[in-house]
């Protein structure tokens, strides 16, 4: 059975830094990519990064050069390092799997874990 | 970056109604779109990719349909368990959600 487990969030100030983890099972990390989606209080999804099978990553213009997503496959766990963290950064972050196979543009976001919580505030 | 509008922004329709939204891109994004079903306080779940396939499991009262630029989504007789809001996704150029659409029973 596929599933995300993601911990790691919490209150953090302004500024400050946040790694949040996305523990997986039933299926291997690296062989998907793999995208971080996030959903501020009471707003739409916003997409932030992503990490191919290949390793590339691409990030939304809103945390470029801030966020780093990363992975680590012994521990079969996608990663994503939050930086000069800001109030707007606030939301529920969620993981998510793309079910398309390698070298398609994607599949769709088939399998998400249940979020975490991230509080950016003084 | 590949804009996402979605229409319209909520929606109060009848159990047994047909229910449609639209979502238009900025550019010609092909048939790269998925629709995502989001109930309160839980994550998103896939309904149809590539703009009209069903995902496995997905009653077959949801339909998407579309290319290019102009995409519509629907559900052919609402259901109370459909309350829920949608969003569309492009993925012709990493990743944009639409606004969202919230459904609720009138």
């Known amino acids: 059975e596929v599933q995300l487990v993601e911990s790691g969030g919490g209150l953090v100030q302004p500024g400050g830094s946040l790694r949040l983890s996305c523990a997986a099972s039933?299926?291997?990390?690296?062989?998907?990519?793999m995208s971080w989606v996030r959903q501020a209080p009471g707003k739409g999804l916003e997409w932030v990064s992503v990490?191919?099978?290949?390793?590339?990553?691409y990030y939304a213009d809103s945390v470029k050069g801030r966020f780093t997503i990363s992975r680590d496959n012994s521990k079969n766990t996608l990663y994503l390092q939050m930086n000069s963290l800001r109030a707007e950064d606030t939301a529920v972050y969620y993981c998510?799997?793309?079910?398309?196979?390698?070298?398609?543009?994607?599949?769709?976001?088939?399998?998400w874990g249940q979020g975490t919580l991230v509080t950016v505030s003084s | 970056d590949i804009q996402m509008t979605q229409s319209p922004s909520s929606l109060s329709a009848s159990v047994g109604d047909r229910v449609t939204i639209t979502c238009q891109a900025s550019?010609?994004?092909?048939?790269?779109l998925n629709w995502y079903q989001q109930k309160p306080g839980k994550a998103p779940k896939l309904l149809i990719y590539?703009?009209?396939n069903l995902e496995t499991g997905v009653p077959s009262r949801f339909s998407g349909s579309g290319s290019g630029t102009d995409f519509t989504f629907t559900i052919s007789s609402l259901q109370p368990e459909d309350i829920a809001t949608y969003y569309c996704?492009?993925?012709?150029?990493?990743?944009?959600f639409g606004g969202g659409t919230k459904v609720e029973i009138k």
């Open positions: 996704q492009q993925y012709d150029n990493l990743f944009t």
């Open positions: 998510a799997r793309d079910s398309g196979p390698v070298g398609a543009r994607s599949g769709g976001f088939d399998y």
């Open positions: 990490i191919y099978s290949g390793g590339s990553t």
């Open positions: 039933g299926f291997t990390v690296s062989s998907n990519y």
């Open positions: 590539d703009a009209s």
């Open positions: 550019q010609d994004i092909s048939n790269y």
